[in-house]
Structures are given as C-alpha cells and as structure tokens.
C-alpha cells in the first residue's frame, strides 16, 4: 500500500482550513529581522510585516535545510512510503533545490519534488489538486503525471503601489520600472514559462492598473472553466472590490479571497493586488 505524502512551502498561500483538512505539510519560509528571525505565517503574520515596514525591511530566506530533515523524518515515522512536493519557482527561491539536496538523504521514502514555475495561489492550486487526488486513493504515479499535466494551467496577474520593495529584495527580474514608475506607470506584473517576474503591460496610474486586470482576467476566462483567487498585500478594500466585479463575470467555479504571505508581503510592498486564475 502507498501511504502519500503532500508537502510545499508557505508561499502557497492556501487557507488553514485547506491545509488540515487535506493533511497537507507546509514547510515555512523565513522573515529575517536585524534583532530576530520569524517562521512565515507561524510566527509572523502578513499584517505584522506591514505595520513594521518603515521602521525596517526584512529579508527573507528559505526554510531550514534542519525543517526539511525534521519533515522527511517525521513522515517516515508516521510510515508514508511516498511523498510529493511542489514548491514556489526555482526562479525565485532557492527552496525547491534546497529540498531536494536533503532528500537524497531519505532513501527509504519514494520522493518526487516538483518546480511550480510559480508562487501564491497560483502553486497553491497545483498543491491542492495533489492532496485532492490523494484522497480519491489514487497512486502515485497517476497524480504526478495530472500534476505535471496541469503545471500551465494556472496564470498570475498582480499590480503594486510601488517597485521600490521588488528592487529591494533583488526580484526584479524582467519587471521594467524606474523612469515609468515616476510617470505613474504601474505595470501588470505576470510569471514567465521560466518562472520569472516579468511585465505583462504598462499602465498609467492606480485605478487603470486594477481596471487592466479585471480586463485580463474577463478575456483570459471566457471559454473557460475556472477557480479563481483574489490576493492582496494590505489592500483589502480595493481586493474586494475587484472579486465582486470577477464574480459578476460568469464561468467561476470556486473564488478564494486571502491576503499574500508575510514572506511574499516583505518582497512587494503594501498595496498588491493579485489574481489567480486556475482552468478546471
């Protein structure tokens, strides 16, 4: 009998609810102050990244190699035989190949480690549909090849108030910002296939960029069926009022509404607004 495992790291941004009812182990990022260090969503929450801010900038990091260890060890005394981990992209944290070093050292689980190309809810979904398939008993093999088939199906569109945290934070990327940052121009952040940031359009000013969006996403839906996620980094209202225009579009299977993950917080700034799209 295989026992499996569905494990990630806390930049999923899945609900609580969704991690304990699906058993699903969340590896914790890490947000580094000058005075002290905090477990992403286990010690710190989103808001108090938020409220610190001007006072200081966090960094970030990945989980501890020794959380790994401790996670493949316990899962080995509670006798799974087979784990499945999907994690943020290799394009933007180290965390997928830090795993998998410390996997080679498990050599009596069957362990398969998968690269999202992705972050949010965006790897949150992919999580998701892996716990699902394990409770429909399915085997292993079967749900890393559905995983691996529905790698692309989820896309990512989310805009900022400012680029100063992205520059900060050196995630950047292919994100072009400095002189149309001063000229008001708010790009329309995506992922590219490499699991990169990148700029999917420049916009003019706040209310356009959140207009854009809604734009995107009506598009990108239309012959489609999907789950889709609101996120935001302490912009709440403005989220929700975005979700009800989406909700009004038709096509939406399931809608989740969650603010992003401290660690995903420190890197963007106050004011991201975000959607995730998901084809089901």
Same mark, same amino acid.
């Given at each position: 009998?295989?026992?499996?495992?569905?494990?990630?790291?806390?930049?999923?941004?899945?609900?609580?609810?969704?991690?304990?009812?699906?058993?699903?182990? @969340?590896?914790?990022?890490r947000?580094?102050?000058?005075?002290?260090?905090? =477990?992403? =969503?286990?010690?710190?929450?989103?808001?108090?990244?938020?409220?610190?801010?001007?006072?200081?900038?966090?960094?970030?990091?990945?989980?501890?190699?020794?959380?790994?260890?401790?996670? $493949?060890?316990?899962?080995?005394?509670?006798e799974?035989?087979?784990? +499945?981990?999907?994690?943020?992209?290799?394009?933007?944290?180290?965390?997928?190949?830090?795993?998998?070093?410390v996997?080679?050292?498990?050599?009596?689980?069957?362990?398969?480690?998968?690269?999202?190309?992705? %972050?949010?809810?965006?790897?949150?979904f992919?999580? +998701?549909?892996?716990?699902?398939?394990?409770?429909?008993?399915?085997? $292993?093999?079967?749900?890393?090849?559905?995983?691996?088939k529905?790698?692309?199906?989820?896309? %990512?569109?989310? @805009? %900022?108030?400012? +680029?100063?945290?992205?520059?900060?934070g050196?995630?950047?990327?292919?994100?072009?910002g400095?002189v149309?940052?001063?000229?008001?121009?708010?790009?329309?952040?995506?992922?590219?296939?490499?699991?990169?940031?990148?700029?999917?359009?420049?916009?003019?000013?706040?209310?356009?960029?959140?207009?854009?969006?809604?734009?995107?996403?009506?598009?990108?839906?239309?012959?489609? =069926?999907?789950?889709?996620?609101?996120?935001?980094?302490?912009?709440?209202?403005?989220?929700?009022?975005? %979700?009800?225009?989406?909700?009004?579009?038709?096509?939406?299977?399931e809608?989740?509404?969650?603010?992003?993950?401290?660690v995903?917080?420190?890197?963007?700034?106050?004011?991201?607004?975000?959607?995730?799209?998901?084809?089901?």
């Amino acid at each position: 009998m295989e026992k499996i495992a569905v494990i990630t790291d806390s930049s999923c941004d899945l609900p609580q609810e969704w991690i304990q009812k699906y058993n699903i182990e @969340v590896l914790p990022l890490r947000v580094i102050y000058s005075q002290q260090e905090f =477990r992403d =969503r286990v010690e710190i929450s989103p808001q108090e990244v938020y409220e610190n801010l001007e006072i200081e900038t966090p960094k970030t990091s990945l989980p501890s190699p020794e959380d790994a260890k401790n996670l $493949f060890h316990k899962l080995q005394e509670q006798e799974y035989t087979h784990v +499945l981990g999907i994690f943020i992209s290799s394009g933007l944290s180290g965390t997928y190949n830090m795993v998998k070093n410390v996997a080679d050292e498990f050599e009596k689980l069957t362990i398969e480690l998968v690269d999202s190309k992705t %972050l949010s809810m965006g790897l949150g979904f992919l999580v +998701l549909e892996a716990a699902k398939e394990v409770y429909k008993n399915s085997n $292993f093999a079967q749900i890393i090849e559905k995983i691996k088939k529905i790698l692309h199906k989820s896309e %990512l569109f989310y @805009v %900022l108030k400012t +680029l100063e945290y992205l520059r900060k934070g050196g995630r950047i990327g292919l994100v072009e910002g400095t002189v149309g940052e001063i000229l008001g121009i708010k790009p329309i952040i995506s992922i590219d296939e490499d699991g990169k940031y990148y700029t999917y359009k420049k916009v003019r000013g706040r209310k356009k960029s959140i207009d854009d969006i809604y734009s995107i996403v009506k598009e990108k839906i239309k012959d489609k =069926r999907i789950d889709i996620a609101i996120m935001h980094g302490n912009a709440e209202e403005e989220a929700k009022k975005l %979700l009800e225009r989406i909700k009004d579009i038709g096509n939406i299977n399931e809608t989740l509404f969650s603010q992003i993950s401290p660690v995903l917080g420190v890197h963007t700034g106050p004011g991201l607004i975000g959607v995730v799209t998901f084809e089901v």
